[in-house]
């Protein structure tokens, strides 16, 4: 399926990107006059609308799993691992930003946390978090 990749962050903070993303974050999906923001959800609608080899399991228990999972990286992985020590040890020097180790001092704890529980998730051996198959919880 033929695509175009824009790059929108050039334009954020301004009118037309608030328009399509009012929290002016990233990724925006436009698809013809639809759009949407909010990574999970986007791959949610490709995987449900552009067919190919599902990643979203058809029993409840495992749907419920996965959106477990999704809605744990939300909420705990990526504003500690992401927004809090990659931003602070990473991105806001390569800015010339000075990093805030209270802020990666408050989040080391978590990600610790939420390394142990994947690491516990994982340790049955299986390759993926849901098991032996590959879901939207593994992106």
């Not at 809090?84 to 806001?92: A, D, G």
């Not at 000075?98 to 704890?109: K, Q, R, T």
């Not at 142990?116 to 051996?125: D, F, K």
Request: aromatic content about 10%.
């Amino acid at each position: 399926m033929p695509y175009t990749f824009q790059d929108p962050e050039p334009a954020m903070g301004k009118p037309e990107h608030l328009a399509l993303y009012p929290f002016n974050l990233l990724p925006i999906l436009r698809h013809g006059d639809f759009i949407l923001y909010e990574t999970s959800v986007i791959v949610a609608h490709i995987d449900e609308a552009f067919g190919g080899e599902g990643l979203t399991p058809r029993d409840p228990r495992g749907c419920a799993r996965m959106n477990q999972w999704i809605s744990a990286i939300n909420s705990y992985f990526h504003p500690y691992m992401i927004d809090h020590v990659t931003h602070e040890r990473l991105v806001f020097p390569e800015l010339g930003i000075a990093s805030d180790e209270m802020v990666v001092a408050h989040a080391v704890p978590k990600v610790e946390l939420g390394l142990a529980v994947i690491e516990r998730e994982l340790a049955h051996g299986e390759p993926y978090l849901l098991g032996s198959e590959l879901s939207l919880a593994d992106f």
